[in-house]
């Protein structure tokens, strides 16, 4: 297995975390395939994303892949008028991570981050480990306090 920065970030603070492993198939980097591929829970396996504003630039939050984020509830925690998400060719060139392999560990500067609250009805949330194919679980307050996030709600009502 090969360690990816987040890992080794990780490891160095002394966190906890398990290693999940899951084929990658290019034409369907979907929450619902990781959570089939790796036996967990859709509420369980987050996805990290972001945005900019025009006020403060850079944020993330780290949803349930089978959730919505809010925008305007984004906006709001993150002290914008609105947010926009930010475009999958600038995504690499801003977090160092590509599509499917972004984490919130490790980034290439710290942005201002929320996890979704709804991290805390788990022992352990799944996040991407920096590469596609590969996911870290870990307790969930110990993430948010890792990457100094904020536990909120930021996702879409049905």
């Known amino acids: 297995m090969t360690k990816t920065n987040a890992m080794r970030l990780l490891e160095a603070a002394g966190i906890e ?30 996805k990290t994303l972001v945005f900019s504003g025009e ?17 305007k509830k984004a906006a709001k925690l993150f002290g914008e008028k609105k947010v926009e998400m930010l475009h999958v060719k600038d995504l690499l060139k801003t977090t160092g991570y590509i599509r499917g392999g972004c984490s919130p560990v490790g980034m290439k500067k710290q942005f201002p981050t929320v996890i979704d ?6 022992d352990k949330i799944y996040v ?8 870290l679980g870990v307790e969930p307050q110990t993430l948010a306090d890792f990457v100094n996030a ?9």
């Open 117 to 122: 609250e709804t991290a805390c009805l788990f």
């Open 128 to 135: 991407s480990a920096g590469v596609r194919g590969m996911m």
């Open 17 to 46: 975390f398990e290693v999940l492993e899951y084929p990658v198939d290019e034409n369907d980097l979907s929450g619902e395939s990781v959570a089939r591929k790796t036996g967990k829970a859709h509420e369980q396996i987050f």
């Open 55 to 71: 006020k403060n630039g850079f944020g993330v939050c780290c949803i349930p892949t089978c959730e919505e984020l809010d925008l």
């Open 150 to 158: 904020r536990l909120a709600d930021v996702t879409a009502v049905e």
